[in-house]
């Protein structure tokens, strides 16, 4: 197991070796496992991929993310150039149909709405908006509706972690209910947990995922 020590060398040196993370704008903090983000970014897409090399590293427990963005000047856009960016983003990288998603934007922060089958159309929209200019935030309210039986949606879950011999499937258990799921149990990493979650949200008529899986 890990000290704070060695995690926060761990975590500092994933975020010097992450390309498109200004590392020196970023403080880390450890306690116990724990990991704070503070400091300050020039995007949304830079402190959205901060978040993610932190989570690469083995040891986390949790992380706490008080990052703000701070935008330069030459990245600055209106709400509306801002949403009519989505829009066109929206448009053609998602291949979903028209007024499928909703956009709102208030200061910089993009709002999206909508209902869709599949999570990966969720994901396709959230990604396609993240890293355009002037973006500060985004709230993710796009909705899963997909009917299949929550026997099935249970069975498959189970049998995708057994392929993908996420930590052994055993040691994670998926209780349905309705169309939401829940884990729990316990990994050895955070990969591990977010590999989990993602074989979950991949699953046929899953409209939430709560995922409550330890790392030990």
């Keep these: 197991m890990k000290t704070d020590t060695q995690l926060k060398n761990d975590i500092t040196s994933e975020l010097e070796w992450e390309p498109s993370v200004n ?79 909703k956009i709102m934007v208030e200061s910089g922060w ?39 039986s929550a026997s099935n949606v249970k069975t498959n879950i189970e049998s995708a972690l057994k392929r993908r011999a996420i930590a052994e499937g055993q040691r994670i258990f998926v209780a349905v209910d309705g169309s939401d799921v829940t884990l729990t149990g316990e990994v050895d990493t955070w990969t591990e947990r977010e590999q989990a979650w993602n074989s979950a949200w991949g699953t046929a008529g899953v409209e939430k995922v709560v995922n409550n899986i330890t790392i030990i």
């Design 110 to 148: 993009i709002t999206l709405s909508g209902r869709v089958e599949w999570e990966y159309q969720r994901q396709a929209a959230t990604t396609a908006v993240r890293h355009l200019l002037g973006v500060k935030g985004l709230n993710d309210e796009i909705a899963i509706t997909s009917k299949v």
């Design 23 to 101: 590392a020196n704008q970023i403080g880390v903090e450890v306690k116990g496992g724990v990991v704070t983000l503070a400091g300050h970014v020039d995007s949304y897409a830079e402190k959205w991929n901060a978040e993610k090399a932190v989570e690469r590293v083995s040891g986390i427990r949790a992380l706490a993310v008080e990052m703000t963005v701070k935008l330069p000047g030459s990245s600055r856009r209106s709400d509306t150039e801002i949403a009519h960016a989505a829009e066109g983003a929206l448009k053609w990288q998602t291949f979903l149909p028209e007024g499928t998603i």
